[in-house]
């Protein structure tokens, strides 16, 4: 394992921010897997994963295991890490101008197609490497004017020439799910078996470029820009939400990071394939944009009917909304059949308040479909 600290652009004197980068194998041998925990840097399981993982992979490197390269950025955010606000920690908006973390990620496309659009022939595996020279050449050309925009220059060029991208986060109060491409089904199917997924939910495009998509889409772009010329989907990129942010289990965590090991063996970044068969999974995945929040029409405090990980049907009760003024009770019903796979974490909901995320297959949203 070789450690690498990258300073980040500092916003004034005085001050310093660090990423840990560790690299696992032999620097350029492919497969490359790149991972990262706690982008949201209040989303502390993926931390622990993240130090799992560390123990694991040193020990698969010392044993001769690493196929291809692995880069783990620990923790991610180390901006997100040191906020604090009137006594809690604030890790999902950078406090200075309050843009979420995970939005706002470089679309490189355009840069790269400029770049290769002379070079670009029939053989994919050539234009694959083409294509990763020039990615991360307009990623080195970045010109960040501050530490966030730093933060997200530096962690894309680390991972934009990656055949597999592991953004590991969590929710406030959700079983395992995961986002991925739409494009890239078998993989996001075979990622949430590795991981006993509950939800699977899959866009093209989800809004505001957060950091997987700005690293699988460029590929997708790219095939509609240059239609006709053979381009691979060549970097499957997740993001992995590892349950609520009240999880924190050394038990889990050890859990997690076997499954994604055994995940990163069936992509072939690890030698020796596993013997056993893949794991059942425990879903279908479903389209991000059937996904139905269930949100609050006005004020009031919060009890749930219905728990994370529970199988609900169009018309069931989710949660009333006690109006502590009158005594009046709203009680709020899903639309869709599917898995509850996620709830929020306090129990006061003001008017528009996302209180509980289902993976249906119904609806079809359209326009921005993350949580803000
Ligand atoms: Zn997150």
């Not at 799992?52 to 291809?68: F, I, S, W």
């Not at 799910?177 to 993989?187: D, G, K, N, V």
């Not at 929020?344 to 308040?353: L, M, Q, V, Y």
Request: hydrophobic share 45%; aromatic share 4%; with cysteine.
């Amino acid at each position: 394992m070789h450690l690498e600290t990258r300073a980040l652009l500092s916003n004034s004197p005085g001050t310093r921010h660090e990423l840990q980068v560790l690299r696992y194998g032999t620097p350029g041998a492919a497969p490359k897997a790149y991972i990262q925990g706690a982008l949201h840097a209040d989303e502390v399981p993926a931390m622990l994963v993240t130090r799992q993982l560390q123990h694991k992979l040193a020990l698969l490197e010392a044993q001769g295991q690493l196929r291809g390269e692995i880069v783990l950025v620990p923790f991610a955010n180390p901006i997100g890490l040191s906020q604090q606000m009137l006594g809690q920690h604030q890790g999902r908006f950078d406090l200075g101008d309050g843009r979420n973390f995970n939005r706002g990620f470089a679309d490189l496309s355009q840069a790269a197609a400029d770049t290769v659009q002379d070079a670009l022939g029939n053989d994919a595996a050539r234009n694959t490497a083409l294509i990763r020279a020039a990615l991360r050449s307009a990623a080195d050309a970045l010109a960040p004017a501050n530490s966030a925009d730093d933060l997200r220059k530096q962690l894309l060029a680390l991972a934009i020439d990656a055949d597999v991208v592991l953004d590991l986060h969590c929710d406030t109060d959700a079983v395992m799910h995961l986002y991925a491409l739409t494009e890239q089904r078998a993989m996001a199917e075979q990622l949430g078996a590795a991981l006993g997924a509950q939800a699977v939910l899959l866009a093209t495009d989800s809004g505001g470029w957060p950091f997987d998509e700005a690293c699988s889409r460029p590929w997708q772009l790219l095939q509609q820009h240059f239609a006709g010329r053979p381009i691979d989907l060549a970097c499957f990129a997740a993001t992995v939400e590892l349950r609520g942010e009240a999880d924190t289990s050394h038990v889990l965590a050890r859990r997690d990071a076997d499954g994604l090991i055994d995940f990163l063996r069936r992509r072939g970044v690890l030698a020796d394939a596993p013997a056993a068969p893949a794991p059942q999974p425990l879903c279908q995945a479903t389209p991000l944009a059937a996904s139905e929040p269930v949100t609050a029409p006005c004020a009031g405090v919060v009890v749930f009917h219905r728990s994370s990980g529970e199988r609900v049907s169009a018309g069931d009760a989710i949660a009333d909304l006690v109006d502590p003024a009158s005594g009046s009770i709203t009680t709020l019903r899903c639309r869709s059949d599917g898995v509850m796979y996620a709830r929020c974490g306090s129990r006061w909901a003001h008017p528009g308040k996302r209180l509980a995320k289902i993976a249906g297959t119904t609806l079809s949203r359209s326009g921005n479909l993350l949580s803000p």
